[in-house]
Protein backbone atom coordinates (compact mmCIF):
# COMPACT_ATOMS: atom_id res chain seq x y z
CA UNK A 1 0.00 0.00 0.00
CA UNK A 2 3.03 2.15 1.13
CA UNK A 3 4.41 1.62 -2.65
CA UNK A 4 1.18 2.61 -4.01
CA UNK A 5 0.96 5.69 -2.80
CA UNK A 6 4.19 6.70 -3.82
CA UNK A 7 3.89 5.92 -7.24
CA UNK A 8 0.96 7.86 -7.29
CA UNK A 9 2.49 10.71 -5.74
CA UNK A 10 5.03 10.56 -7.62
CA UNK A 11 2.89 10.25 -11.32
CA UNK A 12 0.40 12.90 -10.27
CA UNK A 13 2.82 15.49 -9.12
CA UNK A 14 4.44 14.74 -12.15
CA UNK A 15 1.02 14.89 -14.34
CA UNK A 16 0.47 18.43 -12.80
CA UNK A 17 3.62 19.67 -13.28
CA UNK A 18 3.07 18.52 -16.99
CA UNK A 19 0.02 20.70 -17.67
CA UNK A 20 2.49 23.40 -17.34
CA UNK A 21 4.07 22.71 -20.76
CA UNK A 22 0.48 23.55 -22.36
CA UNK A 23 0.51 26.72 -20.58
CA UNK A 24 -0.53 29.99 -23.19
CA UNK A 25 -2.08 27.30 -25.67
CA UNK A 26 -4.88 24.97 -24.35
CA UNK A 27 -6.90 26.28 -21.69
CA UNK A 28 -7.36 23.86 -18.12
CA UNK A 29 -10.34 23.64 -17.25
CA UNK A 30 -11.33 23.87 -13.21
CA UNK A 31 -14.27 22.64 -12.20
CA UNK A 32 -13.90 19.91 -8.85
CA UNK A 33 -15.20 16.64 -10.82
CA UNK A 34 -12.82 16.90 -12.90
CA UNK A 35 -10.23 16.93 -10.56
CA UNK A 36 -11.86 14.25 -8.38
CA UNK A 37 -12.24 12.21 -11.70
CA UNK A 38 -8.43 12.63 -12.59
CA UNK A 39 -7.15 11.26 -9.37
CA UNK A 40 -9.31 8.30 -8.79
CA UNK A 41 -8.06 7.39 -12.79
CA UNK A 42 -4.50 8.41 -12.44
CA UNK A 43 -4.45 6.49 -8.93
CA UNK A 44 -5.71 3.31 -10.58
CA UNK A 45 -3.61 3.41 -13.36
CA UNK A 46 -0.58 3.83 -11.39
CA UNK A 47 -1.24 1.57 -9.13
CA UNK A 48 -1.79 -1.66 -11.75
CA UNK A 49 1.22 -0.62 -13.53
CA UNK A 50 3.47 -0.13 -10.23
CA UNK A 51 1.65 -4.21 -9.68
CA UNK A 52 2.53 -5.09 -13.45
CA UNK A 53 5.54 -4.04 -14.36
CA UNK A 54 5.99 -2.85 -17.79
CA UNK A 55 3.52 -5.95 -19.41
CA UNK A 56 1.44 -5.25 -21.97
CA UNK A 57 -1.85 -4.97 -20.30
CA UNK A 58 -0.39 -2.50 -17.83
CA UNK A 59 1.25 0.24 -20.45
CA UNK A 60 -1.95 -0.13 -22.55
CA UNK A 61 -4.23 0.35 -19.10
CA UNK A 62 -1.44 3.48 -18.28
CA UNK A 63 -1.76 5.18 -21.28
CA UNK A 64 -5.75 5.09 -21.67
CA UNK A 65 -5.59 6.24 -18.69
CA UNK A 66 -3.39 9.28 -19.09
CA UNK A 67 -5.16 10.16 -22.31
CA UNK A 68 -8.39 9.87 -20.16
CA UNK A 69 -6.43 12.32 -17.81
CA UNK A 70 -5.56 14.83 -20.20
CA UNK A 71 -9.41 14.77 -22.30
CA UNK A 72 -10.97 15.61 -18.83
CA UNK A 73 -8.38 18.51 -17.65
CA UNK A 74 -7.45 19.93 -21.03
CA UNK A 75 -10.18 21.97 -23.36
CA UNK A 76 -9.27 20.57 -26.25
CA UNK A 77 -9.45 17.77 -28.94
CA UNK A 78 -9.31 13.78 -28.34
CA UNK A 79 -6.38 14.35 -30.89
CA UNK A 80 -4.13 16.61 -28.87
CA UNK A 81 -4.97 15.09 -25.68
CA UNK A 82 -3.95 12.03 -27.43
CA UNK A 83 -0.78 13.53 -28.42
CA UNK A 84 -0.88 14.95 -24.66
CA UNK A 85 -0.94 11.21 -23.37
CA UNK A 86 1.65 10.01 -25.26
CA UNK A 87 3.91 12.44 -24.69
CA UNK A 88 3.58 12.42 -20.96
CA UNK A 89 3.85 8.04 -21.27
CA UNK A 90 6.93 8.01 -23.46
CA UNK A 91 8.46 10.60 -20.84
CA UNK A 92 8.01 9.08 -17.91
CA UNK A 93 9.23 5.23 -19.40
CA UNK A 94 12.21 6.63 -21.57
CA UNK A 95 13.79 8.42 -18.64
CA UNK A 96 13.10 5.44 -16.15
CA UNK A 97 15.08 3.26 -18.78
CA UNK A 98 17.77 5.74 -18.92
CA UNK A 99 17.88 6.33 -14.79
CA UNK A 100 17.54 2.42 -14.05
CA UNK A 101 20.37 1.98 -16.98
CA UNK A 102 22.80 4.57 -15.16
CA UNK A 103 22.07 2.78 -11.78
CA UNK A 104 22.93 -0.29 -12.99
CA UNK A 105 26.49 0.38 -14.46
CA UNK A 106 26.81 2.59 -11.38
CA UNK A 107 25.44 0.23 -8.54
CA UNK A 108 26.99 -2.92 -10.29
CA UNK A 109 24.01 -4.84 -9.89
CA UNK A 110 21.27 -6.70 -11.89
CA UNK A 111 18.46 -4.30 -13.58
CA UNK A 112 16.26 -7.33 -11.65
CA UNK A 113 17.49 -6.16 -8.72
CA UNK A 114 16.78 -2.76 -9.23
CA UNK A 115 13.18 -3.36 -9.82
CA UNK A 116 12.53 -5.66 -7.27
CA UNK A 117 13.74 -3.98 -4.19
CA UNK A 118 10.95 -0.94 -3.31
CA UNK A 119 13.76 1.63 -2.32
CA UNK A 120 15.68 1.37 -5.06
CA UNK A 121 13.01 1.18 -7.78
CA UNK A 122 11.07 4.50 -6.71
CA UNK A 123 14.33 6.26 -6.32
CA UNK A 124 14.74 5.55 -10.10
CA UNK A 125 11.29 6.80 -10.91
CA UNK A 126 11.61 9.74 -9.03
CA UNK A 127 14.78 10.80 -10.87
CA UNK A 128 13.14 9.45 -13.78
CA UNK A 129 10.60 12.13 -13.53
CA UNK A 130 12.99 15.14 -12.24
CA UNK A 131 14.72 14.78 -15.02
CA UNK A 132 11.49 14.69 -17.92
CA UNK A 133 10.52 17.66 -16.29
CA UNK A 134 13.92 19.41 -17.06
CA UNK A 135 14.18 18.19 -19.96
CA UNK A 136 10.40 19.65 -21.16
CA UNK A 137 11.13 22.85 -19.37
CA UNK A 138 13.89 22.95 -21.58
CA UNK A 139 12.40 22.25 -24.44
CA UNK A 140 9.11 24.60 -23.92
CA UNK A 141 11.60 27.10 -23.15
CA UNK A 142 13.85 27.37 -26.13
CA UNK A 143 11.73 25.26 -28.33
CA UNK A 144 8.04 25.28 -28.24
CA UNK A 145 6.04 29.00 -27.13
CA UNK A 146 2.31 29.15 -27.11
CA UNK A 147 1.80 30.33 -30.38
CA UNK A 148 4.07 27.47 -32.08
CA UNK A 149 2.31 24.72 -29.89
CA UNK A 150 -1.25 26.33 -31.21
CA UNK A 151 -0.14 25.76 -34.43
CA UNK A 152 1.15 22.05 -34.15
CA UNK A 153 -2.38 21.59 -32.21
CA UNK A 154 -4.08 22.98 -35.45
CA UNK A 155 -1.99 20.37 -37.89
CA UNK A 156 -3.82 17.55 -37.32
CA UNK A 157 -1.99 15.39 -39.62
CA UNK A 158 1.28 16.07 -37.53
CA UNK A 159 -0.21 15.67 -34.25
CA UNK A 160 -0.79 12.04 -35.73
CA UNK A 161 2.74 11.60 -36.72
CA UNK A 162 3.90 12.42 -33.29
CA UNK A 163 1.26 9.99 -31.74
CA UNK A 164 2.58 7.09 -34.12
CA UNK A 165 5.88 7.73 -33.45
CA UNK A 166 5.30 7.76 -29.74
CA UNK A 167 2.80 4.35 -30.07
CA UNK A 168 6.04 2.93 -31.93
CA UNK A 169 8.51 3.96 -29.52
CA UNK A 170 6.24 2.51 -26.50
CA UNK A 171 6.19 -1.07 -28.26
CA UNK A 172 10.45 -1.00 -28.86
CA UNK A 173 10.67 -0.31 -24.72
CA UNK A 174 8.21 -3.12 -24.06
CA UNK A 175 10.08 -5.29 -26.20
CA UNK A 176 13.32 -4.33 -24.24
CA UNK A 177 12.10 -4.92 -21.14
CA UNK A 178 10.66 -8.05 -22.15
CA UNK A 179 14.20 -9.25 -22.44
CA UNK A 180 13.98 -9.38 -18.48
CA UNK A 181 12.07 -12.89 -18.92
CA UNK A 182 14.99 -13.72 -21.11
CA UNK A 183 18.19 -15.43 -20.03
CA UNK A 184 20.02 -13.11 -22.02
CA UNK A 185 24.00 -12.00 -21.63
CA UNK A 186 23.84 -9.31 -18.73
CA UNK A 187 26.32 -6.93 -20.02
CA UNK A 188 24.59 -6.59 -23.28
CA UNK A 189 21.37 -6.40 -22.69
CA UNK A 190 21.93 -3.50 -19.74
CA UNK A 191 23.71 -2.27 -22.30
CA UNK A 192 20.38 -2.30 -24.82
CA UNK A 193 18.23 -0.81 -21.92
CA UNK A 194 20.08 1.74 -21.64
CA UNK A 195 20.79 2.81 -25.31
CA UNK A 196 16.70 2.15 -25.49
CA UNK A 197 15.94 4.77 -23.60
CA UNK A 198 18.10 7.20 -24.85
CA UNK A 199 17.19 6.33 -28.13
CA UNK A 200 13.66 6.71 -27.10
CA UNK A 201 13.88 10.01 -25.36
CA UNK A 202 15.93 11.62 -28.77
CA UNK A 203 13.38 10.56 -31.36
CA UNK A 204 10.50 12.45 -29.00
CA UNK A 205 12.16 14.95 -28.51
CA UNK A 206 13.41 14.97 -32.48
CA UNK A 207 10.19 13.96 -33.88
CA UNK A 208 8.48 16.61 -31.48
CA UNK A 209 9.99 19.56 -32.74
CA UNK A 210 10.17 18.37 -36.29
CA UNK A 211 6.25 18.40 -36.16
CA UNK A 212 6.77 21.68 -34.51
CA UNK A 213 9.04 23.06 -36.88
CA UNK A 214 6.78 21.63 -40.12
CA UNK A 215 3.79 23.29 -38.60
CA UNK A 216 5.37 26.77 -38.15
CA UNK A 217 7.03 26.48 -41.42
CA UNK A 218 3.08 25.44 -43.07
CA UNK A 219 1.15 28.17 -41.12
CA UNK A 220 4.00 30.85 -42.24
CA UNK A 221 3.58 29.52 -46.04
CA UNK A 222 -0.13 30.73 -45.79
CA UNK A 223 1.06 34.01 -44.31
CA UNK A 224 2.93 34.54 -47.02
CA UNK A 225 0.34 33.39 -49.85
CA UNK A 226 -2.04 35.74 -47.96
CA UNK A 227 0.23 38.63 -48.25
CA UNK A 228 0.97 38.39 -51.38
CA UNK A 229 -2.83 38.07 -51.94
CA UNK A 230 -3.18 40.62 -50.03
CA UNK A 231 -0.55 43.05 -52.17
CA UNK A 232 -2.78 42.20 -55.19
CA UNK A 233 -6.04 43.21 -53.76
CA UNK A 234 -4.94 46.08 -52.54
CA UNK A 235 -3.12 46.78 -56.56
CA UNK A 236 -6.47 45.95 -57.85
CA UNK A 237 -8.39 48.61 -55.05
CA UNK A 238 -5.98 51.46 -56.18
CA UNK A 239 -6.74 50.87 -59.58
CA UNK A 240 -9.89 51.12 -59.06
CA UNK A 241 -9.78 53.97 -57.45
CA UNK A 242 -7.82 55.35 -60.04
CA UNK A 243 -10.19 54.52 -63.07
CA UNK A 244 -12.50 56.53 -60.92
CA UNK A 245 -10.70 59.09 -60.02
CA UNK A 246 -9.71 59.74 -64.03
CA UNK A 247 -13.11 59.16 -64.82
CA UNK A 248 -14.44 62.21 -62.36
CA UNK A 249 -11.48 64.39 -63.93
CA UNK A 250 -13.22 63.31 -67.59
CA UNK A 251 -16.70 64.89 -67.06
CA UNK A 252 -15.19 68.01 -64.91
CA UNK A 253 -13.31 68.93 -67.62
CA UNK A 254 -16.92 69.10 -69.75
CA UNK A 255 -18.61 69.77 -66.43
CA UNK A 256 -17.36 73.54 -66.50
CA UNK A 257 -18.57 74.36 -70.19
CA UNK A 258 -21.71 72.36 -69.96
CA UNK A 259 -23.02 74.25 -66.85
CA UNK A 260 -21.66 77.73 -68.32
CA UNK A 261 -24.01 76.98 -71.16
CA UNK A 262 -27.01 75.97 -68.73
CA UNK A 263 -26.16 79.14 -67.04
CA UNK A 264 -26.93 81.32 -70.05
CA UNK A 265 -29.99 79.21 -71.18
CA UNK A 266 -31.12 80.20 -67.67
CA UNK A 267 -30.44 83.70 -67.60
CA UNK A 268 -32.38 83.89 -71.16
CA UNK A 269 -35.34 82.23 -69.58
CA UNK A 270 -34.77 79.46 -72.37
CA UNK A 271 -35.63 76.77 -69.34
CA UNK A 272 -37.10 73.98 -71.66
CA UNK A 273 -33.68 73.77 -73.24
CA UNK A 274 -31.81 74.57 -69.79
CA UNK A 275 -33.65 71.46 -68.34
CA UNK A 276 -33.06 68.81 -71.41
CA UNK A 277 -29.15 69.74 -71.28
CA UNK A 278 -29.44 69.37 -67.51
CA UNK A 279 -30.74 65.63 -68.41
CA UNK A 280 -27.65 64.84 -70.25
CA UNK A 281 -25.16 66.06 -67.92
CA UNK A 282 -26.31 63.64 -65.46
CA UNK A 283 -26.69 60.69 -68.51
CA UNK A 284 -23.17 61.57 -69.18
CA UNK A 285 -22.11 61.21 -65.56
CA UNK A 286 -23.89 57.71 -65.54
CA UNK A 287 -21.58 57.44 -68.63
CA UNK A 288 -18.40 58.48 -68.13
CA UNK A 289 -17.99 58.29 -63.93
CA UNK A 290 -17.12 54.56 -62.86
CA UNK A 291 -19.34 53.94 -60.04
CA UNK A 292 -16.93 52.93 -57.02
CA UNK A 293 -18.87 50.73 -54.31
CA UNK A 294 -17.57 51.24 -51.26
CA UNK A 295 -17.84 47.93 -48.19
CA UNK A 296 -16.26 48.89 -45.10
CA UNK A 297 -14.82 52.61 -44.02
CA UNK A 298 -11.23 50.76 -43.60
CA UNK A 299 -8.68 50.27 -46.33
CA UNK A 300 -8.00 46.96 -45.86
CA UNK A 301 -10.87 45.40 -45.16
CA UNK A 302 -12.95 47.41 -48.01
CA UNK A 303 -9.95 45.74 -50.57
CA UNK A 304 -10.74 42.23 -49.15
CA UNK A 305 -14.56 42.76 -49.47
CA UNK A 306 -14.10 44.23 -53.43
CA UNK A 307 -12.23 41.17 -54.26
CA UNK A 308 -14.56 38.96 -52.43
CA UNK A 309 -17.24 41.33 -54.75
CA UNK A 310 -15.52 40.13 -57.82
CA UNK A 311 -15.08 36.36 -56.63
CA UNK A 312 -18.79 36.16 -55.86
CA UNK A 313 -19.00 37.93 -59.53
CA UNK A 314 -17.55 35.43 -60.90
CA UNK A 315 -19.33 32.71 -59.98
CA UNK A 316 -22.89 34.09 -59.90
CA UNK A 317 -23.29 34.49 -56.19
CA UNK A 318 -25.60 37.23 -54.44
CA UNK A 319 -23.18 39.28 -52.37
CA UNK A 320 -24.16 41.79 -49.73
CA UNK A 321 -21.61 43.53 -47.36
CA UNK A 322 -21.25 46.63 -45.00
CA UNK A 323 -18.74 46.05 -42.30
CA UNK A 324 -18.35 49.64 -40.93
CA UNK A 325 -15.46 49.64 -37.98
CA UNK A 326 -14.00 51.99 -35.76
CA UNK A 327 -11.08 54.26 -36.78
CA UNK A 328 -8.92 52.20 -33.81
CA UNK A 329 -8.82 48.70 -34.57
CA UNK A 330 -8.34 46.17 -32.10
CA UNK A 331 -6.56 43.82 -35.00
CA UNK A 332 -3.74 44.75 -36.92
CA UNK A 333 -3.53 44.87 -40.59
CA UNK A 334 -1.83 41.10 -41.17
CA UNK A 335 -4.58 39.40 -38.75
CA UNK A 336 -7.37 41.38 -40.52
CA UNK A 337 -6.02 40.45 -43.85
CA UNK A 338 -6.07 36.75 -42.25
CA UNK A 339 -8.86 36.77 -40.57
CA UNK A 340 -11.44 38.23 -43.53
CA UNK A 341 -9.91 36.19 -46.14
CA UNK A 342 -10.56 32.81 -44.28
CA UNK A 343 -13.74 34.16 -44.19
CA UNK A 344 -14.58 35.16 -47.30
CA UNK A 345 -12.96 32.21 -49.20
CA UNK A 346 -14.73 29.51 -46.70
CA UNK A 347 -18.23 31.21 -47.97
CA UNK A 348 -16.83 31.07 -51.54
CA UNK A 349 -15.83 27.67 -51.93
CA UNK A 350 -18.90 26.65 -50.03
CA UNK A 351 -21.81 28.71 -52.04
CA UNK A 352 -19.97 27.26 -55.61
CA UNK A 353 -21.19 23.64 -54.08
CA UNK A 354 -25.07 24.52 -54.36
CA UNK A 355 -27.06 25.92 -57.39
CA UNK A 356 -26.91 28.79 -59.11
CA UNK A 357 -30.20 30.13 -58.14
CA UNK A 358 -29.27 29.41 -54.59
CA UNK A 359 -25.82 31.24 -53.95
CA UNK A 360 -25.45 33.84 -51.39
CA UNK A 361 -23.16 35.59 -49.75
CA UNK A 362 -23.67 38.09 -47.16
CA UNK A 363 -21.41 39.83 -44.44
CA UNK A 364 -22.56 42.90 -41.96
CA UNK A 365 -20.81 44.77 -39.08
CA UNK A 366 -21.56 46.99 -36.38
CA UNK A 367 -19.99 48.53 -33.28
CA UNK A 368 -20.52 49.95 -30.11
CA UNK A 369 -18.49 51.27 -26.92
CA UNK A 370 -17.35 48.10 -26.35
CA UNK A 371 -17.30 45.68 -28.86
CA UNK A 372 -16.78 45.25 -32.82
CA UNK A 373 -19.25 42.51 -34.05
CA UNK A 374 -19.49 40.62 -37.61
CA UNK A 375 -21.81 38.26 -39.13
CA UNK A 376 -21.18 36.27 -42.33
CA UNK A 377 -23.80 33.94 -43.53
CA UNK A 378 -23.66 32.44 -46.83
CA UNK A 379 -25.35 29.15 -48.54
CA UNK A 380 -23.51 25.39 -48.68
CA UNK A 381 -24.78 21.99 -49.91
CA UNK A 382 -26.59 21.44 -46.52
CA UNK A 383 -24.80 18.16 -45.72
CA UNK A 384 -24.41 17.56 -42.15
CA UNK A 385 -20.76 18.94 -41.61
CA UNK A 386 -17.26 16.63 -40.09
CA UNK A 387 -18.16 16.40 -36.10
CA UNK A 388 -17.97 19.92 -34.33
CA UNK A 389 -15.62 20.19 -31.05
CA UNK A 390 -15.47 23.45 -29.39
CA UNK A 391 -16.73 25.30 -32.19
CA UNK A 392 -14.72 24.21 -34.83
CA UNK A 393 -15.75 21.68 -37.99
CA UNK A 394 -13.23 19.75 -39.17
CA UNK A 395 -12.01 20.40 -43.43
CA UNK A 396 -14.38 18.34 -45.54
CA UNK A 397 -11.66 18.50 -48.27
CA UNK A 398 -9.63 15.43 -49.17
CA UNK A 399 -6.13 17.06 -48.57
CA UNK A 400 -6.46 17.53 -45.16
CA UNK A 401 -2.85 18.57 -44.92
CA UNK A 402 -3.22 21.45 -47.20
CA UNK A 403 -6.62 22.39 -46.09
CA UNK A 404 -8.61 22.59 -42.75
CA UNK A 405 -6.97 25.92 -41.38
CA UNK A 406 -9.26 28.46 -42.07
CA UNK A 407 -11.27 28.21 -38.99
CA UNK A 408 -8.36 27.19 -36.88
CA UNK A 409 -7.06 30.74 -38.01
CA UNK A 410 -10.05 32.30 -37.53
CA UNK A 411 -10.40 31.01 -33.77
CA UNK A 412 -6.87 31.75 -32.85
CA UNK A 413 -6.98 35.61 -34.07
CA UNK A 414 -10.39 35.96 -32.07
CA UNK A 415 -9.68 34.05 -29.08
CA UNK A 416 -6.01 35.65 -29.03
CA UNK A 417 -8.08 39.44 -29.36
CA UNK A 418 -10.60 38.47 -26.66
CA UNK A 419 -12.99 37.68 -28.74
CA UNK A 420 -15.59 34.90 -29.44
CA UNK A 421 -16.48 33.04 -32.38
CA UNK A 422 -20.14 31.11 -33.12
CA UNK A 423 -20.70 28.77 -36.06
CA UNK A 424 -24.00 27.74 -37.02
CA UNK A 425 -24.77 25.46 -39.99
CA UNK A 426 -28.74 24.75 -40.65
CA UNK A 427 -28.51 21.79 -42.51
CA UNK A 428 -32.74 22.23 -42.98
CA UNK A 429 -32.33 25.71 -44.69
CA UNK A 430 -28.68 25.06 -46.46
CA UNK A 431 -27.14 27.84 -44.70
CA UNK A 432 -23.91 28.24 -42.82
CA UNK A 433 -23.40 31.46 -40.54
CA UNK A 434 -20.44 32.72 -38.70
CA UNK A 435 -20.68 35.26 -35.60
CA UNK A 436 -17.51 37.23 -34.64
CA UNK A 437 -17.51 39.66 -31.51
CA UNK A 438 -14.34 41.08 -30.95
CA UNK A 439 -13.62 43.79 -27.59
CA UNK A 440 -12.38 47.30 -29.18
CA UNK A 441 -10.24 47.60 -26.34
CA UNK A 442 -7.38 44.82 -26.42
CA UNK A 443 -7.18 42.41 -24.04
CA UNK A 444 -4.26 42.97 -21.67
CA UNK A 445 -1.29 40.48 -21.05
CA UNK A 446 -1.75 37.95 -17.89
Known amino acids: MTNLILSTLMVGIYGVLFLGFFRGAIAIRSYWKTRMAVT ?3 MMAT ?9 TLGLVVFFVTVWLLFLLVLQTTPMVALFAGSL ?29 DARLYYSAL ?32 QL ?6 HMILMMFLLLVHDGLRWDLRRTWFETLFLFSGVLCKATSIFVFNHALRVSVLLEYELHTRQMKEQL ?44 RLLDQIGDSMKQTVSIHQTYSNHVVLDAILQDAANACRENQIRFKAAVPVPEQMPLDALDTVRLFTNVVNNAVEACVKVPEAE ?10 RQWIQFEATNSYDGQPLQPKKHGVFRT ?19 TDAGGIMLLDADTTRSIFSIRISIPRAAPTAA
Request: aromatic fraction near 14%.
Open 359 to 368: RFFEIRGCFD
Open 396 to 414: AKPDCTAHGYGLGIIRNIV
Open 47 to 55: GFVSHQGMS
Open 88 to 116: FAISVFSSRSIVIGIMVFLLRCPIKDIMQ
Open 160 to 165: QFVVLT
Open 232 to 275: TRQMQHYESYQKFTESFRAFRHDYNHMMETVRTLMRNRDFDNAL
Open 40 to 42: VLL
Open 126 to 157: GSAIALSGVLWFMVRRFLADGTKLKQLFDNRE
